[in-house]
């Protein structure tokens, strides 16, 4: 493992309960990154997605792509703190098998190209080898100053 939980968590802002991904596998610097996701039973969705029948939302299984991708992005900026990646588009998003606690999803994405601060990149999510759900993602990076702070 190249970076743990806590390694992640030093590029991406994102926390408990909604970091996707437990640890990145590979890395090819800008251009590809495995992300491990170990799926459990004490996810707080299972307990409504579906009851008796656990299955890992769709949306969820995107966004652990993303985030996998966005590791990959970031380690590559040297004043990554001041910036964030907002999901710009999804294309070709299919999901060919169910996951369920228990699975361990290999998250591969691939950079396809950018332009400025446009990225493109194409996600595989798998359990055992076998392909669950693939997409194209596309992605902005932002200046956090740019980002109004949420009304209270």
């Not at 579906?50 to 990959?72: D, H, K």
């Not at 055992?128 to 200046?143: H, P, Y």
Request: hydrophobic share 45%.
């Amino acid at each position: 493992m190249i970076l743990d939980s806590i390694g992640i968590q030093k590029l991406l802002p994102h926390r408990f309960p909604f970091l996707m991904i437990d640890g990145i596998d590979s890395v090819d610097r800008g251009k590809s990154i495995v992300g491990v996701k170990n799926v459990s039973i004490n996810e707080g969705y299972f307990q409504g997605h579906f009851p008796g029948q656990p299955v890992m939302p769709g949306v969820l299984i995107i966004e652990s792509m993303a985030q996998t991708g966005g590791v990959l992005l970031l380690m590559e900026i040297p004043d990554r703190e001041k910036k964030l990646l907002y999901f710009a588009a999804l294309d070709s998003a299919k999901f060919r098998k169910p996951v369920v606690p228990g699975d361990q999803l290999m998250i591969h994405v691939d950079v396809l190209n950018n332009r400025g601060d446009f990225w493109k990149m194409r996600g595989e999510a798998r359990v055992n080898g076998d392909v669950v759900a693939e997409a194209t993602l596309m992605c902005k990076m932002i200046d956090r100053d740019a980002v109004a702070p949420a009304k209270k």
